[in-house]
């Protein structure tokens, strides 16, 4: 007989919930590693100075469960915070926040790496557009290139 596995600890997630569109792969990454379910929700800013607006709300699966609720980067905090809210309103037992990288003064619950330097994540640097690939707009700014550069 095998003996019984001991219950997992309050905090321990059980599903994984990854803020889209960028922290969809840190949180299906952490989802795997932590051998959880997986879901997503989204929230996305119309412009780089505006205030995040929820898109997708949290599925109602979450309902009474622990839920870890991931994105790529925190700044401010201001996309958490609208997450954090709608996550709350469905009813999870618990809530923590994680993420890949702390750029700001918002304190998530848990991150990877704490830095002050703007990040640019590999699958978010280019995007297409008239059948190329070009650097997102507002990192070529940013970097304080004159305009988006093409890749060969």
Do not use: N
């Amino acid at each position: 007989m095998r003996p019984k596995a001991p219950p997992p600890p309050a905090r321990d997630p059980e599903i994984v919930l990854g803020i889209a569109k960028a922290g969809v792969i840190p949180g299906a990454v952490v989802a795997s590693i932590l051998q959880r379910d997986f879901a997503s929700m989204a929230v996305t800013r119309f412009g780089e100075s505006s205030r995040p607006t929820l898109v997708t709300a949290p599925p109602p699966l979450i309902r009474g469960r622990r839920v870890l609720v991931v994105d790529e980067t925190c700044d401010s905090g201001e996309t958490l915070k609208l997450a954090l809210s709608a996550v709350r309103k469905v009813g999870p037992a618990d809530v923590r926040t994680a993420v890949s990288f702390k750029t700001g003064p918002y304190e998530p619950d848990f991150y990877a790496l704490a830095s002050e330097s703007f990040i640019i994540l590999p699958w978010d640097r280019e995007i297409i557009v008239d059948g190329e690939f070009v650097m997102r707009p507002e990192y070529a700014v940013r970097l304080g290139e004159l305009a988006p550069r093409q890749m060969d």
